[in-house]
C-alpha cells in the first residue's frame, strides 16, 4: 500500500486467498471420496463361486451310494455378486477413515484461518469531531471493531480531552457511511468483501476502487478513510450532513450502486 509502511497487508486479495483455500478444501474431499469408490469397485470383483457338486469319495463308494440311496448334491458356496451395489452399507473401517480425514483437513482450515485473523492490518481513520483529524493504526485482521477503537482511544487520547472521558463504548466507526457494530471484525469484512454506501468495507487504506457490477459497466470509487466518532458528537449533529446518512451496518443489505450525497 502507497504510503503505508512495511507492516500493511492488501486486503482486497484476502477473500480471493480465502475462497481459495476453501476450493482447495473440497478438491480434497472430493479426492478422498473418489479413492474410497475406487477401492470399494476392487473389493467387489470378486467372482461368484462354487463347491464340488457332490462330496469327494472312491468309485466303489459312490457305486454303493447310487444303488442304496438318491443322489445328494451340498449347496454351492456364493461369493460377491460384483454388479450389487453396496456403498450404502455400513462400513466402520471405511467410515473411520473419512472421520479422521475430514478431522485433518478441518483442523488444516483452522491453522489457515488463525494465520489470516494474525496478520498485521494498518488501517487509516479520521477522528471526526465536525473536522477531520487523520490518523493510522496497526491491528489485526481477527480484531474485532470494538478492540479497534479502544486501540485508537489510547492513540488519540493525548490529543482529544473528550476521548479521554469517554468510554469505548461512546466511540463508534464509521466506514462508507455504515456505522459498524462492535463485534464484526476486520476478518469478516473482508472474506465477505461487504460493500457500503459510498464505497467498499473491505478497505481501510485510502486508495481507487475499480468495481465491476452487473451491467459490466466499470465505476470508479475512493475508498474513503472510516471516521471514528463520538457518539454524543453524533446524536447532536446527526440531522446534519454527513452525519444524516449514516445507517447502522446490516451484512444482509445489499448496496447494488454506491451514492456520494443525499440519501
Not at 6 to 16: E, L, N, R, S
Not at 26 to 37: F, G, H
Not at 116 to 121: A, G, Q, S, V, W
Not at 173 to 201: C, M, T, W
Amino acid at each position: 500500500m502507497s504510503g503505508m509502511g512495511d507492516g500493511y497487508v492488501g486486503t482486497a486479495q484476502d477473500a480471493v486467498r480465502i475462497r481459495r483455500l476453501e476450493k482447495q478444501r473440497e478438491a480434497e474431499e472430493e479426492e478422498l471420496q473418489l479413492q474410497k469408490r475406487k477401492k470399494r469397485k476392487v473389493k467387489g470383483n470378486s467372482r461368484l463361486s462354487f463347491a464340488d457338486d457332490m462330496e469327494d469319495g472312491s468309485e466303489e463308494e459312490d457305486v454303493e451310494n447310487e444303488s442304496l440311496e438318491p443322489k445328494r448334491f451340498t449347496c454351492g458356496k456364493f461369493g460377491k455378486d460384483p454388479t450389487v451395489e453396496t456403498s450404502f452399507l455400513p462400513d466402520s473401517e471405511r467410515e473411520a477413515e473419512e472421520q479422521a480425514e475430514r478431522e485433518r483437513l478441518r483442523k488444516q482450515w483452522s491453522r489457515e484461518q488463525e494465520q489470516i485473523k494474525n496478520e498485521p492490518l494498518q488501517i487509516t481513520y479520521s477522528y471526526w469531531d465536525g473536522a477531520g483529524h487523520r490518523r493510522v493504526i496497526q491491528v489485526r485482521k481477527g480484531d474485532a471493531i470494538g478492540e479497534f477503537l479502544r486501540a485508537v482511544q489510547q492513540q488519540l487520547a493525548p490529543e482529544f480531552r473528550e476521548i479521554r472521558t469517554t468510554s469505548v463504548e461512546n466511540l463508534l466507526y464509521v466506514k462508507e457511511d455504515l456505522i459498524i457494530p462492535h463485534q464484526h471484525s476486520f476478518y469478516e469484512l473482508i472474506i465477505n468483501k461487504a460493500r457500503g454506501k459510498s464505497g467498499p468495507l473491505f478497505h481501510f487504506d485510502v486508495h481507487e476502487d475499480v468495481r465491476t457490477i452487473a451491467d459490466a459497466t466499470i465505476e470508479k470509487d475512493e475508498s474513503h478513510a472510516g471516521k471514528v466518532v463520538e457518539r454524543h458528537w453524533y446524536e447532536k449533529n446527526k440531522h446534519i450532513f454527513p452525519a444524516s446518512r449514516w445507517e447502522i451496518y446490516d451484512p444482509t443489505k445489499k448496496w447494488e450502486r454506491y451514492t456520494i450525497h443525499g440519501d
